[in-house]
């Protein structure tokens, strides 16, 4: 079975940066899979932050394109999202998820984690 463990969610001012991780366990090989990072605002839809296949090609929402970088440690079986020049919209919970395929985006995967709140003051 696989499973998700996301940390680094944190509270920071606006400008600030962090950098969450996704532990993947009960998976043979993460590098076969597609891993991505969607948000979650209560009562609003999941978003699609990032995602990243088993070749290493990154597909980021609008929003985040250019601040925000998704990365993967296949032999750690860990997936990273480094959060740059943080903004108040991007307070939300955000969740670490994991697909055989991208096709669908990161916020339809199979697979996703509990989740890490992330909030930005402004």
């Known amino acids: 079975q696989v499973q998700l463990v996301e940390s680094g969610g944190d509270s920071v001012r606006a400008g600030g940066s962090l950098r969450l991780s996704c532990v993947a366990s009960?998976?043979?090989?993460?590098?076969?899979?597609?891993m991505g990072w969607f948000r979650q605002v209560p009562g609003k839809e999941r978003e699609g932050v990032a995602d990243?296949?088993?070749?290493?090609?990154?597909t980021y929402a609008d929003s985040v394109r250019g601040r925000f970088t998704i990365s993967k440690d296949n032999a750690r079986n860990t997936l990273y999202l480094q959060m740059n020049n943080l903004k108040p919209e991007d307070t939300a919970m955000y969740y670490c998820?994991?697909?055989?395929?991208?096709?669908?985006?990161?916020?339809?995967?199979?697979?996703r984690g509990q989740g890490t709140l992330v909030t930005v003051s402004s």
């Open positions: 009960g998976v043979t090989r993460s590098s076969t899979f597609c």
């Open positions: 998820a994991a697909d055989w395929s991208c096709g669908l985006g990161s916020a339809h995967m199979k697979y």
């Open positions: 990243i296949d088993e070749l290493g090609v990154t």
